[in-house]
């Protein structure tokens, strides 16, 4: 039996600071002090650069030489060119992989898209719905053989929704219209037709970017 991965120091600073944007206690625009966050977290200031390269890498820590570290804040520009970039890769990608997915991949996405269903007929958003939209989109990427292209997907808008604006996020798109979406992106899938599942992964992203554009640092909309 394989025991369970200890996280390194890093790891363990990557998950406090996501964990800390996604409470409140750090906002778009915030600073990290190495110094006192080591200090909260009783180690060296090592790990801690470690943490934030990885964050910056991911998208969700604004690091350049000779600034301050702050807490990614986009513009609803950033925002909206990010869920476009991020529509025309994954659909892209995708729709290359298409002949890839079998039948026992329909079934386990179906499986995911019931259990949207549930939460879409209780119409009270949980978390667990972001833990279906990441385990549906995970499939999907699961044929991809394009390590790079998963890795700009990824990074184009995911530290946005999941993370930078995570409570707008819940607000803003219901569970019954995140089944809806995806319900046809799993019949297109299904029925085999490239343009289709490019057209409407793509507005899905579109839909989606414009949507979360309300919250940009240039016009921060309160919902």
């Not at 369970?4 to 750090?26: D, F, H, M, P, R």
């Not at 966050?37 to 969700?60: C, M, Y």
């Not at 292209?149 to 995570?166: A, E, M, T, V």
Request: hydrophobic share 40%.
């Amino acid at each position: 039996m394989n025991g369970i991965k200890k996280l390194t120091y890093s790891e363990q600073v990557v998950e406090y600071i996501k964990q800390a944007i996604l409470n409140g206690e750090l906002s778009p625009g915030d600073p990290i002090k190495e110094v006192e966050l080591a200090e909260k977290l009783g180690i060296s200031r090592a790990p801690i650069r470690e943490a934030i390269q990885v964050l910056a890498h991911d998208g969700l820590i604004d690091s350049k030489p000779q600034k301050a570290k702050t807490i990614v804040a986009l513009t609803a520009k950033q925002i909206k060119d990010s869920y476009f970039t991020g529509g025309v890769l994954e659909a892209a990608a995708v729709t290359e992989a298409l002949p890839l997915y079998t039948e026992e991949d329909f079934s386990t996405l179906e499986k995911i898209l019931q259990k949207m269903g549930h939460l879409a007929e209780a119409g009270d958003p949980d978390s667990e719905l972001t833990e279906l939209d990441n385990a549906f989109h995970g499939i999907l990427f699961s044929k991809i053989d394009n390590e790079l292209l998963i890795d700009l997907c990824r990074r184009s808008c995911q530290g946005i929704s999941k993370f930078l604006l995570y409570r707008h996020w819940v607000k803003l798109f219901q569970p019954k219209m995140i089944y809806a979406r995806h319900k046809m992106i799993l019949d297109a899938l299904k029925a085999g037709n490239p343009a289709q599942l490019e057209k409407i992964i793509r507005q899905h992203y579109i839909e989606s970017g414009e949507q979360m554009a309300r919250f940009g640092v240039d016009v921060a909309e309160e919902v």
